[in-house]
T-cell receptor, first 116, second 114 residues
């Protein structure tokens, strides 16, 4: 069975601080996909990024960056110079490739509050 | 391009009553998903449709939940009778097809059962 663990339930930072959201996953599939979603107070899940298991290159998009390490089964998300608009719940998710693992399995989410 | 539409946005009912949620996916998306998101948890897949056929309903409590996607477009999720533990946000999502990596989510329906 697949599992995604987001150990940080809540994080509170002051604007302009950098913040890293942790994600650890478990799967027996050799091919899998990792995702980060943002859920603002409006409730809609917004797709941020997808990484394939065979591509360990880190990625940067503006103030966002992602660090994928297969050796530690982690896919961490860093926001640089955080802004109030970054306040939301962030979910890490895993999609496998075998049997029932094709379903998206979500972590419990991390509530990020960025204070002005 | 219009996103995934859901209605109602909020619903409050008493236990043992019935309730229905509606979802209109992005035009042309063959795959439709219903998720249940209990407070403090990540979304959990309830049912997945490919066109008007069910692909996966293994986590749907079939004694009280039902869903349909007639004509392969809109979908309705029903709960009858509702229990207190059904209080959650019900999210609908769609994707181009079942092999697509990206799912597009609607704003959800927040259900409170009293």
């Amino acid at each position: 069975a697949q599992k995604v663990t987001q150990a940080q339930t809540e994080i509170s930072v002051v604007e302009k601080e950098d913040v890293t959201l942790d994600c650890v996953y478990e799967t027996r599939d050799t091919t899998y996909y990792l995702f980060w979603y943002k859920q603002p107070p409006s409730g809609e899940l917004v797709f941020l990024i997808r990484r394939n298991s065979f591509d360990e290159q880190n990625e940067i998009s503006g103030r966002y960056s992602w660090n994928f390490q297969k050796s530690t089964s982690s896919f961490n998300f860093t926001i640089t110079a955080s802004q109030v608009v970054d306040s939301a719940v962030y979910f890490c998710a895993l999609k496998g490739s075998g049997g029932s693992n094709y379903k998206l399995t979500f972590g419990k989410g991390t509530l990020l509050t960025v204070n002005p | 391009e219009a996103g995934v539409a859901q209605s109602p946005r909020y619903k409050i009912i008493e236990k043992r009553q019935s309730v229905a949620f509606w979802c209109n996916p992005i035009s042309g998306h063959a795959t439709l998903y219903w998720y249940q998101q209990i407070l403090g948890q990540g979304p959990k897949l309830l049912i997945q449709f490919q066109n008007n056929g069910v692909v996966d309903d293994s986590q749907l409590p079939k004694d009280r939940f039902s869903a349909e996607r007639l004509k392969g477009v809109d979908s309705t999720l029903k709960i009858q009778p509702a229990k207190l533990e059904d209080s959650a946000v019900y999210l609908c999502a769609s994707s181009i097809d079942r092999s697509s990596y990206e799912q597009y989510f609607g704003p959800g329906t927040r259900l409170t059962v009293t």
